[in-house]
């Protein structure tokens, strides 16, 4: 029976619905080969499969729908300051009118986070060698949103690599005690807390 007594919640209208998601930096390749690096702050898994969700007029979608390999690199919570570092910088020139303010051209990511290119091993785009996991992958679907101001991607994954200090052993499970992704949560960045529990599904 639903209840009819008044609810205490408060309707709200936030600017941003970031309720808490997994800090992406993607890989791509530019036009003349280098390497673009941009954060991402949308993105889930479906099996091997990610979403992501990318402004509609950014670098990164003009460069997967032209090139569409890429690498998902995930950093860590104490990384947070080299990502925030890619957040106002983009790989086109001229900056794009539809940029936040104080955005500028930057043709060399890695190096304005303070990063290093690491040779992948099924795709072009580099890995970032200081990310504690990397996803190799391939664009599969690209497409607006209902708004047009995003653009969904959809990427297999190919290769999966992980620092062992957050591996099971000799397994293929991660140490979910050991590793705490970065999460954007209303545009704040927060590292995991303790385990609360543990799903019947879960292999380890």
């Known amino acids: 029976m639903t209840s009819t007594r008044p609810a205490p919640h408060r309707v709200i209208t936030p600017s941003i619905l970031y309720f808490g998601t997994p800090v992406v930096v993607l890989s791509t390749l530019n036009a003349d080969g280098s390497a673009n690096l941009a954060p991402v702050s949308s993105a889930w898994a479906l099996a091997d499969v990610f ?6 007029d950014g670098h990164t979608v003009r460069n997967l729908r032209a090139r569409p390999e890429l690498v998902l690199n ?13 957040a106002l910088l983009t790989g086109a020139d001229p900056v794009p009118p539809g940029k936040p303010a104080g955005c500028r051209y930057e043709p060399d990511k890695f190096g304005a986070a303070g990063w ?6 099924l795709v072009g785009p580099p890995r970032v060698l200081e990310c504690p996991v990397h996803v190799e992958g391939f664009a599969t679907d690209l497409r607006p949103d209902a ?3 995003f653009v969904v991607v959809e990427a297999r994954t ?6 062992p200090a957050i591996v099971v052993g000799d397994t293929s499970h991660i140490d979910t005690a050991a590793w705490s992704p970065l999460v954007y949560n209303f545009r704040h960045y927060f590292g995991l807390g303790p385990r609360l529990g543990k799903a019947k ?3 380890n």
């Open 158 to 163: 190919l290769r999966v690599h992980a620092d």
């Open 147 to 149: 708004t047009g101001q």
């Open 201 to 203: 599904r879960a292999e």
């Open 51 to 56: 979403v992501l969700g990318l402004g509609a």
């Open 116 to 121: 290093r290119p690491l040779r992948s091993e």
């Open 74 to 86: 995930f950093p860590a919570p104490h990384q947070w300051p080299q990502v925030e570092a890619l």
